[in-house]
């Protein structure tokens, strides 16, 4: 009995070790096991929290230009345009002179009265003339004075002479013929068709057609004066 005793023991001290060292083993191949699942499940390195977001990246390079395409298609044919002339002219700027005579006194029935030259800007616009003064005429019997401007000598034709008359018919016996009345009167109109340049404007005294002249007088004892201005047409 106490050799069977013995027996047992020494078998159970001979196994036992081996038991624990082979359930150690078991217990660390598992371990081993689990940390390479978890080393290849993660790649290697444990994951960390996430990092800041990086700067943006330098623009990269053009790329390679493309092939042209193709063309297209011939668009419908347009209405007809007006043709539209435009003019770029210069704001009008004001010309104007002015001649003024203190007392002229021309007693004469015919011929020149007073002349004022004048610079016209240009050849498509107008000349406006005044002349302003004390006209009279005179006679015992039916007569008729004209007074007008000429241009350069000429009369104006664009489009008609500037003139004014004065006609006097004694009428009657009862009129006496010693009547001499001076009144302030005006000539005045528009001339178109004048050049630019120096132009000569000028009053003249003249006849009527058909009538007799008498006894004229222009200026007297007040001033005269010739306005010119050019205008725009």
């Known amino acids: 009995m106490a050799t069977v005793l013995a027996r047992l023991f020494l078998f159970t001290w001979l196994i036992l070790p081996f038991c624990g060292t082979e359930k150690a083993r078991h217990r ?11 080393i290849e499940r993660y790649n290697g390195c444990m994951q960390g929290p996430a990092g800041t977001p990086g700067r943006d990246g330098n623009p990269g390079a053009n790329g390679i230009p493309g092939t042209p395409g193709f063309p297209g298609r011939d668009g419908l ?11 770029f002219e210069e704001p009008w700027k004001p010309n104007f002179k002015q001649c003024a005579w203190k007392s002229l006194n021309y007693g004469i029935d015919l011929g020149k009265i007073a002349e004022c030259t004048f610079t016209k800007m240009r050849t498509d616009s107008a000349l406006r003339v005044v002349f302003s003064g004390s006209l009279r005429l005179k006679c015992k019997n039916a007569c008729c004075q004209r007074w007008y401007f000429t241009f350069n000598g000429a009369e104006c034709t664009g489009p008609l002479p500037i003139e004014a008359i004065i006609y006097l018919d004694q009428g009657s016996p009862e009129f006496n013929s010693t009547i001499n ?18 132009v000569d ?3 003249w ?8 002249r008498g006894d004229a007088s222009t200026g007297w004892n007040s001033v005269s004066r010739v306005i010119i201005e050019e205008l725009p047409k």
Not at 28 to 38: F, G, H, K, S
Request: proline share 4%.
């Open 77 to 87: 044919k347009g209405e007809k345009g007006e043709c539209v002339r435009e003019s």
């Open 181 to 198: 009345i001076h009144r302030t009167s005006s000539v005045e109109g528009l001339c178109e068709g004048i050049h630019a340049g120096l």
């Open 28 to 38: 660390e191949r598992a371990l081993r096991q689990r940390d390479a699942e978890y």
């Open 201 to 203: 404007v000028a009053v």
């Open 205 to 212: 005294v003249g006849i009527c057609p058909d009538y007799p």
